[in-house]
């Protein structure tokens, strides 16, 4: 897993486990989970496979002087990806993953651990991610020249946005419900149309929706609450511009409970380049129709841009504004706090990477900051490339912030924002 996603992901969430997420597998990858590991593919019989097992071992400790005990925890993932590709325009690609969570890198123990009468609210998937085996994509790809088509079970993750993706309305917005290091798969038929070298057009359309559980007991059937995206791109030099509409469909929970959809549809605009040695990105997306309400609060927006002041140093900065967040910490919903959502409406993201020995060993700091109450979470990292196939890591998540605050953690009589420790293990075969 790279870098500061495990780290991030350990501070946000305040329902999760030790180990839960990340939006992209390379800073330049175009489709997290789309590209090859670093452990290669190994031919057998006409089929390709490769993998990674990865183990986290979390300590969650207490605040100064708080009295509280210890937590301690441990995560281990074992990702599996076969490919049969009889034909250079034709592949069949299944991927699995297999999770065991123990001690507090289970999100049930570590709730209980903490406090809580009981596991999060109907619309975390904290309760049934301990122990896990997930067929989390199967898709068929055929390309018939500039057209390429896929079908069945894959990862599908729209924007140019880094850490958050205002755009990309297919996946979770709750950072609790990832469950890997993939973006987790939806069933969807998906078709991207390139005629030329300057323009393009892609879409798809999804059979679940965005927190990929079933809605009031069942899926969805109807046409008109389809999860759908189209999107225009052209190419101009280094400069890669899209605009779409998007129709994103959520599973909520109701005042009864239960869960029900809300089906809301988006216009979508991003943009990504470069100016001198400077890369600048950003995209929006804004909810139409009598529901979209004040632009203020129907706008999503994320504005970022990366540099490379010298040589082996990366530094990336990433503002994110959400429509519906609130401006307030006596507004912020107990609910989004406790599921992984983010509550506050503007944040920033900011992340230096130095590497050294001969980019075997790198050095990591990134920091989310709410910037409407002023609370942080930074998190270091070292990550140690022991050889080409095996990654070791150490770091930490730390909060600051005035009570009451997001990241000062405490909600509903919990504690969840104690610091963390993380030592991990990461082996491609």
């Known amino acids: 897993m790279k870098a500061w996603h495990r780290g991030l992901l350990l501070a946000v969430l305040a329902a999760g486990g030790a180990r839960a997420g990340d939006w992209a597998d390379d800073w330049d990858s175009p489709e997290p989970g789309g590209g ?8 057998n019989g006409g089929i390709r496979w490769s993998g990674y097992l990865e183990t986290t071992g979390l300590l969650v400790l207490p605040r100064a002087r708080s009295g509280d005990d210890a937590l301690v925890g441990l995560s281990s993932i074992v990702r599996l990806r076969a490919r049969f590709e009889p034909d250079p325009d034709l592949s069949v690609v299944l991927e699995a993953e297999l999770r065991d969570l123990r001690g507090a890198a289970d999100p049930r123990t570590r709730w209980l651990a903490l406090g809580a009468e009981d596991v999060p609210p109907a ?11 997930d067929l989390d994509y199967l898709y068929g790809a055929a390309s ?10 894959q990862p599908l993750a729209w924007g140019t946005a880094y850490a958050f993706n205002p755009t990309d309305l297919a996946n979770p917005d709750s950072l609790a419900d990832f469950a890997g290091i993939e973006p987790p798969g939806i069933a969807a038929v998906t078709a991207s149309l390139t005629p030329g070298a300057s323009w393009g057009v892609e879409g798809y359309v999804g059979f679940e929706d965005r927190t990929r559980r079933a809605t009031a007991g069942r899926g969805i059937a109807s046409a008109d609450q389809l999860p759908f995206g189209v999107r225009a791109r052209a190419f ?3 400069w890669d511009i899209g605009a779409g509409f998007v129709r994103a469909v959520e599973g909520v929970a109701g005042p009864d409970g239960n869960l029900a959809l809300r089906v809301e549809e988006r216009v979508t605009a991003e943009v990504a380049g470069s100016i001198g040695a400077t890369v600048v990105y950003a995209e929006s997306a804004l909810r139409t129709g009598r529901d979209a309400g004040r632009l203020s609060r129907a706008l999503d927006a994320a504005l970022g841009l990366r540099v490379d002041p010298f040589d082996h140093i990366l530094l990336q900065a990433e503002y994110h504004r959400r429509g519906r967040g609130a401006a307030r910490p006596e507004d912020y919903a107990p609910a989004d706090r406790l599921t992984g959502r983010l509550a506050a409406r503007d944040y920033l993201v900011a992340v230096g990477t130095a590497s050294m020995a001969r980019d075997t060993l790198r050095l990591q700091l990134a920091a989310l900051r709410n910037l409407n109450d002023r609370s942080m979470v930074l998190i270091p990292e070292l990550e140690y490339e022991w050889r080409p196939d095996l990654l ?3 770091g930490a998540s730390l909060f600051a912030g005035p009570e009451a605050s997001e990241f000062d953690g405490r909600v509903n009589g ?9 030592v991990t293990a990461t082996w491609y075969f």
Do not use: K
């Open 392 to 394: 070791v890591g150490l």
């Open 123 to 133: 619309d975390s998937r904290a309760g049934d991610a301990a122990r896990s085996i």
């Open 144 to 153: 018939f020249g500039p057209l390429d088509l896929r079908v069945g079970r």
């Open 236 to 238: 101009a030099g280094v």
């Open 36 to 43: 090859d590991w670093n452990g290669g593919w190994a031919e």
């Open 414 to 422: 919990l504690d969840l924002g104690r610091p963390q420790l993380f």
